[in-house]
Nanobody, 116 residues
Framework: QVQLVESGGGLVQAGGSLRLSCAAS????????MGWYRQAPGKQREFVAG???????NYADSVKGRFTISRDNAKNTVYLQMNSLKPEDTAVYYC??????????WGQGTQVTVSS
């Protein structure tokens, strides 16, 4: 079992930055691929960024060059640095811990709102 708790969401103007954090507990954090997903009102949840235990990353095309995912295995925490935010980035952002079959555990989500 893995418990995930996100923090760092909020309201920001377009062009601004936010840093999301996801603290994990309960199992071997370093064994999981960690990811960030988001869900905007009326839309399906979508992949944003992922990072392996070794630090290899991948991003959705919509956030490449603006968002950076990182992890600190010693602190059991994964981060999402979001720069140059756009109104279309507005969503609930979820942290996930994944095995080879996909996300196994989800956090409760944190709201990010970008005003124009």
């Amino acid at each position: 079992q893995v418990q995930l708790v996100e923090s760092g969401g909020g309201l920001v103007q377009a062009g601004g930055s936010l840093r999301l954090s996801c603290a994990a507990s309960g199992s071997i954090f370093s064994a999981y691929v960690m990811g960030w997903y988001r869900q905007a009102p009326g839309k399906q949840r979508e992949f944003v960024a992922g990072i392996t235990s070794g630090g290899r990353t991948n991003y959705a095309d919509s956030v490449k060059g603006r968002f950076t995912i990182s992890r600190d295995n010693a602190k059991n925490t994964v981060y999402l640095q979001m720069n140059s935010l756009k109104p279309e980035d507005t969503a609930v952002y979820y942290c996930a811990a994944a095995s080879v079959s996909g996300p196994d555990y989800w956090g409760q989500g944190t709201q990010v709102t970008v005003s124009s």
